[in-house]
């Protein structure tokens, strides 16, 4: 197997994450599997325990990581660990939560745990940050060794602490799973042919508020009439243009549109199983009283989904569950991200991609459209049982490229249409 060529946890984690996304388990034994694992780590055990019954046994003392002593290194490849070329931003996050809440040094055991294998094998391939920029969370997907060479650092920080501080091995497990590359409910969600009415919408001399009132009118008029449109996004890229609009339905008492004030930011609403990308959500303390206009739909989103998917994750728009019904859950069909309502589906998420291009521009934030659609009782009764109105927010960014690739001559605007 490919996997038992790996010396590195993140690598050995690429390949047995194809194994856990696509459910492709019967095609191997588990002892084959095992015995191929030479850079275990929580991860590699969670994801076989996961497809194989005869994991049970699996010990942490297979966990390798870096002696006490200081590793020999140049400095100037030590000084380059703050960089992070391209790693996503969660390794950090995770490792910070830890050592606020239990007093220990985390990021210090990492870059100790990377100089260690910087030394052994000077992984280091110059200054990928070089190429890459803006937000870490999207450059970070592309695969190189530098970033390779930090992942398997934080889950040999993770196997350190719980075997040497005694930090417990589930919450050890549990924020391994950061590493993930792919995700089984992710992976079987099928993108669909991008919507003729997607195409055409750069603005050009046009006025952006018909455009955008032409947008949600396609989108809501191939809609199934017992649905509506709850949120949508609609990307166009061209060689010199590209153009972004964002809808999303706000709600709010009388009093908080009154106030025509921009809709209030939604918390994210945290997965239970987020490995899985399934099941139901930590609930929010956040209690909406209808005082400021409130997206309806909210990013469904956890840390631990994956670093392969971020770009796609941050993208599916579902129904806020603390909005009114804290017990929504979620399932991945091949055709869309579903909301259920105990066993009845109340929300659908599709998504699409807009013509790629090899250098888009960076605002543009991701060429993923979608489509969230709800069914009309379901927003009605929300509506109902908490006194709230509706309307539609549109925010619209676009831009010109000018002499340079970089010089963007670049617009924002936010607006409510009429529906």
């Not at 870490?136 to 398997?152: C, H, K, L, N, P």
């Not at 153009?243 to 209030?264: I, K, M, Q």
Request: glycine share 6%; net charge negative.
């Amino acid at each position: 197997m490919w996997i038992s060529q790996r010396r590195f946890e993140s690598e050995v984690i690429i390949g047995l994450n194809i194994i856990e996304a696509f459910d492709l388990a019967t095609h191997f034994t588990f002892a084959e599997v095992r015995n191929s694992v030479n850079a275990a780590s929580h991860l590699s055990d969670w994801l076989m325990k996961e497809n194989f019954a005869q994991a049970d046994g699996l010990f942490p003392f297979r966990y390798a990581y870096a002696p006490e002593t200081r590793a020999d290194l140049p400095e100037s490849v030590r000084h380059s660990f703050s960089a992070f070329n391209g790693v996503p931003q969660m390794f950090h996050s995770h490792l910070s939560h830890l050592e606020k809440i239990s007093g220990l040094p985390f990021l210090m055991r990492w870059q100790h745990e990377w100089d260690w294998l910087q030394a052994d094998e000077l992984r280091s391939q110059g200054d990928p940050s070089y190429f890459f920029h803006g937000n870490r969370e999207i450059t970070g997907q592309f695969d190189f060794a530098d970033r390779e060479t930090y992942v398997s650092a934080y889950l040999r920080t993770l196997a350190f602490a719980a075997v040497e501080w005694g930090v417990p091995h589930e919450i050890a497990e549990r924020h391994s799973r950061a590493a993930l590359t792919l995700n089984r409910g992710l992976a079987s969600v099928e993108p669909i042919e991008r919507p003729k009415w997607s195409d055409g919408i750069l603005p050009g001399d046009r006025d952006i508020r018909n455009i955008a009132s032409a947008i949600w009118a396609a989108a809501s008029s191939d809609t199934n009439s017992n649905h509506m449109v709850a949120a949508l996004r609609a990307v166009e890229v061209a060689e010199t243009d590209y153009a972004v609009f964002e809808f999303e339905v706000v709600v709010g008492s009388a009093t908080a549109f009154a106030s025509h004030n921009e809709p209030a930011d939604e918390q994210w609403s945290y997965l239970a199983n987020p490995a899985r990308y399934e099941g139901g959500f930590y609930s929010l303390q956040d209690v909406h009283d209808g005082s400021m206009p409130r997206l309806f739909c909210g990013t469904a989103i956890a840390f631990e989904v994956g670093r392969g998917l971020v770009e796609l994750v941050a993208h599916v728009h579902l129904p806020t569950p603390d909005i009114d019904h804290p017990n929504l859950t979620i399932a991945c069909r091949h055709n869309g991200v579903e909301m259920q309502d105990g066993a009845l589906p109340i929300a659908h998420w599709e998504y699409w991609y807009c013509d790629w291009e090899p250098t888009y521009p960076r605002k543009v934030d991701g060429l993923i459209g979608y489509r969230t659609t709800v069914k009309r009782d379901f927003v009605e009764g929300v509506r109902e049982r908490n006194s709230l109105k509706s309307a539609v927010w549109c925010s619209v960014k676009s831009g010109t490229r000018q002499y340079s690739y970089s010089d963007f001559q670049e617009q924002k605007a936010g607006f409510w249409i009429d529906t």
